[in-house]
């Protein structure tokens, strides 16, 4: 049965009620999103090992609105859409009902129960972000038979951000450390990083959460804490507990201030959730239905060349397979793709029907003096392993006018991030004509010098832009709209702001290759141009592209 979309009215903004090409209104809202993390609890200030904490990101590759609007114009088959139960068509009333755990009523579950309520489009703009995952997540919640509320850990982690990187290096939706995300199966190289893989980093997140809950005692609340702080953590607590015989119930617990703040965060959102009817809070709209498919290309593939064959923008299918640091999938795997529902067949129709090697575009290079493959490998943004691999080499040696294959991105990529982040920004402003919008949420501490300074704008500029006198008082949350100069190599950027706390033994020239910055932009940063040494202590401004940091 054919059915064209309808149109369901939510948050003063046009969406298409029941379909998974409300998806893409989605990825619009991200990239929206993107350039503005969602304001934290107060608590949230305080750096940790594994919550992402005081970000900033510039605009991510933009989604054109005319592609957005041809897409919903597609018509669909009803009867391919996966509806769960039909008596939830809102994704969100499904996991309020669902939710098991008890909610005590405590001054920590209060308190982040009152900071929610007081920040109302916090839900909203999460929610958003959410949108295209959350059914799959729920999904393999389901089929492991674990508790709904694990649904909720991604709010905690990461507001729903799959770009979300931390001062400590924990990465993605789930915020994955370098070493766990190894530990359970999520590889790390120059190609992918699994942990910014939603499908993949919600298994092993699950996986996870059951190995916590075995070892110890099959207590979630034990779990969820030792999710943020580390198992050995939590044990330590609870034998100490029993040492001095005291309750070792979580509530009693010696744990660190964030850990002892995690849990009630999570609960304060599944009591809100249960209860919205009662708080005034009116559940935004998550269809009940799968929207996106898992798709195997079995072998490595040209992710413009896979946009082209889905239909999609190549910032669309960015944006749903964040995990690709690259132009291409990894040669080594995985190969899946998150796709669209809708056209995950046909894309899987289409890319049988052509040959494996025409997958990848490649050029054909003649060694020249001076070369070696390191060389052509930085030149040729590939790694030396992969040349070996290609040209069939047992070693790294080479000699001069000797031909090398070597995988490049595809033209209609090399030209997009320009020209799509031009023609997207000339639609919002004058000055968008040769820059790129940038929005930045206020942290604390923040004056107009200091975000100047980040920027390589002045005061005068950004008080113009957001009509401000450049002596106003700035407040936490405000967001400020940045114009940058249009630059082609910086374009495909992700980038997060971090707060470093600098420890015993720390340097600049450390930091920075720990973040994978030049020491030169710190000292800019943080105005340390005439600071001999940095403390213990210190809070230090850094700005990663987490495509490039180091793990």
């Given at each position: 049965?054919?059915?064209?979309?309808?149109?369901?009215?939510?948050?003063?903004?046009?969406?298409?009620?029941?379909?998974?090409?409300?998806?893409?209104?989605?990825?619009?809202?991200?990239l929206?999103?993107?350039a503005?993390?969602?304001?934290?609890a107060?608590?949230?200030?305080?750096?940790?090992e594994?919550?992402?904490?005081?970000?900033?990101?510039?605009?991510?590759?933009?989604?054109?609105?005319?592609?957005?609007?041809?897409?919903?114009?597609?018509?669909?088959?009803?009867?391919?859409?996966?509806?769960?139960?039909?008596?939830?068509?809102?994704?969100?009333?499904?996991?309020?009902?669902g939710?098991?755990?008890?909610?005590?009523?405590?001054?920590r579950?209060?308190?982040?129960?009152?900071?929610?309520l007081?920040?109302?489009?916090?839900?909203?703009?999460?929610?958003?972000?959410?949108?295209?995952?959350?059914?799959?997540?729920?999904e393999?919640?389901?089929?492991?038979?674990?508790?709904?509320?694990?649904?909720?850990?991604?709010?905690?982690?990461?507001?729903?951000?799959?770009?979300?990187?931390?001062?400590?290096?924990?990465?993605?939706?789930?915020?994955?450390?370098?070493?766990?995300?190894?530990?359970?199966?999520?590889?790390?190289?120059?190609?992918?990083?699994?942990?910014?893989?939603?499908?993949?980093?919600?298994?092993?997140?699950?996986?996870?959460?059951?190995?916590?809950?075995?070892?110890?005692?099959?207590?979630?609340?034990?779990?969820?804490?030792?999710?943020?702080?580390?198992?050995?953590?939590?044990?330590?607590?609870?034998?100490?507990?029993?040492?001095?015989?005291?309750?070792?119930?979580?509530?009693?617990?010696?744990?660190?201030?964030?850990?002892?703040?995690?849990?009630?965060?999570?609960?304060?959102?599944?009591?809100?959730?249960?209860?919205?009817?009662?708080?005034?809070?009116?559940?935004?709209?998550?269809?009940?239905q799968?929207?996106?498919t898992?798709?195997?290309?079995?072998?490595?593939?040209?992710?413009?060349?896979?946009?082209?064959?889905?239909?999609?923008?190549?910032?669309?299918?960015?944006?749903?397979?964040?995990?690709f640091?690259?132009?291409?999938?990894?040669?080594?795997?995985?190969?899946?793709?998150?796709?669209?529902?809708?056209?995950?067949?046909?894309?899987?129709?289409?890319?049988?029907?052509?040959?494996?090697?025409?997958?990848?575009?490649?050029?054909?290079?003649?060694?020249?003096?001076?070369?070696?493959?390191?060389?052509?490998?930085?030149?040729?943004?590939?790694?030396?392993?992969?040349?070996?691999?290609?040209?069939?080499?047992?070693?790294?040696?080479?000699?001069?006018?000797?031909?090398?294959?070597?995988?490049?991105?595809?033209?209609?990529?090399?030209?997009?991030?320009?020209?799509?982040?031009?023609?997207?920004?000339?639609?919002?402003?004058?000055?968008?004509?040769d820059?790129?919008?940038?929005?930045?949420?206020?942290?604390?501490?923040?004056?107009?010098?200091?975000?100047?300074?980040?920027?390589?704008?002045?005061?005068?500029?950004?008080?113009?832009?957001?009509?401000?006198?450049?002596?106003?008082?700035?407040?936490?949350?405000q967001?400020?709209?940045?114009?940058?100069?249009?630059?082609?190599?910086?374009?495909?950027?992700?980038?997060?702001?971090?707060?470093?706390?600098?420890?015993?033994?720390?340097?600049?020239?450390?930091?920075?290759?720990?973040?994978?910055?030049?020491?030169?932009?710190?000292?800019r940063?943080?105005?340390?141009?005439?600071?001999?040494?940095?403390?213990?202590?210190?809070?230090?401004?850094?700005?990663?592209?987490?495509?490039?940091?180091?793990?």
């Amino acid at each position: 049965m054919i059915a064209r979309l309808k149109k369901h009215r939510m948050c003063d903004l046009q969406f298409f009620n029941g379909s998974p090409m409300k998806l893409f209104f989605s990825l619009f809202f991200m990239l929206t999103l993107v350039a503005c993390q969602s304001t934290p609890a107060p608590e949230q200030v305080i750096i940790s090992e594994t919550n992402v904490i005081n970000q900033e990101i510039e605009q991510f590759p933009a989604v054109e609105e005319e592609g957005l609007s041809n897409l919903v114009e597609v018509e669909i088959n009803e009867q391919a859409l996966t509806i769960v139960e039909e008596d939830y068509d809102n994704l969100w009333l499904k996991l309020a009902e669902g939710f098991e755990f008890e909610v005590p009523e405590n001054s920590r579950i209060a308190a982040q129960r009152d900071y929610y309520l007081s920040h109302p489009t916090y839900l909203t703009k999460v929610s958003k972000r959410a949108e295209p995952f959350l059914w799959l997540i729920v999904e393999q919640i389901q089929e492991n038979k674990l508790p709904l509320e694990l649904a909720l850990l991604p709010v905690v982690e990461s507001t729903f951000d799959p770009f979300a990187y931390s001062p400590a290096g924990a990465s993605g939706l789930w915020q994955f450390m370098p070493a766990t995300g190894v530990r359970f199966g999520l590889n790390q190289n120059w190609w992918y990083d699994g942990r910014r893989d939603v499908y993949a980093s919600t298994k092993s997140a699950l996986e996870y959460m059951q190995v916590l809950h075995r070892y110890l005692g099959e207590d979630w609340l034990y779990a969820f804490a030792a999710y943020n702080s580390g198992e050995g953590r939590v044990k330590r607590a609870i034998l100490k507990n029993k040492k001095y015989k005291q309750p070792v119930d979580y509530w009693s617990l010696g744990l660190p201030q964030e850990t002892a703040d995690y849990v009630p965060k999570l609960l304060a959102l599944v009591d809100i959730l249960r209860n919205h009817e009662e708080y005034g809070v009116e559940l935004p709209y998550i269809p009940n239905q799968q929207v996106l498919t898992n798709v195997d290309t079995g072998s490595q593939i040209d992710i413009a060349y896979a946009a082209e064959l889905a239909g999609l923008t190549i910032a669309e299918i960015q944006l749903l397979n964040p995990a690709f640091n690259h132009w291409a999938t990894s040669p080594d795997g995985p190969y899946n793709l998150l796709l669209p529902s809708v056209v995950a067949d046909q894309f899987s129709e289409k890319l049988v029907k052509i040959d494996s090697s025409k997958r990848i575009r490649w050029d054909r290079y003649i060694v020249q003096s001076g070369d070696s493959l390191s060389v052509i490998a930085k030149k040729m943004q590939t790694t030396t392993n992969v040349l070996k691999q290609i040209n069939d080499l047992d070693s790294s040696l080479i000699k001069i006018g000797q031909p090398l294959l070597i995988p490049v991105a595809s033209q209609s990529q090399q030209q997009y991030l320009y020209s799509q982040a031009q023609r997207f920004e000339r639609k919002e402003s004058k000055y968008a004509q040769d820059k790129r919008k940038v929005i930045y949420k206020v942290v604390e501490g923040d004056t107009l010098w200091d975000i100047s300074r980040a920027y390589k704008v002045t005061s005068k500029q950004i008080a113009k832009w957001n009509g401000l006198q450049t002596k106003s008082t700035l407040r936490l949350g405000q967001e400020l709209t940045i114009w940058k100069e249009t630059t082609v190599d910086k374009s495909d950027a992700v980038t997060r702001r971090v707060t470093y706390h600098v420890r015993s033994g720390d340097s600049l020239g450390g930091i920075a290759h720990k973040f994978n910055v030049k020491t030169a932009d710190l000292v800019r940063w943080n105005d340390l141009e005439n600071v001999k040494y940095i403390k213990p202590g210190q809070k230090i401004k850094v700005y990663v592209d987490i495509r490039k940091s180091r793990t």
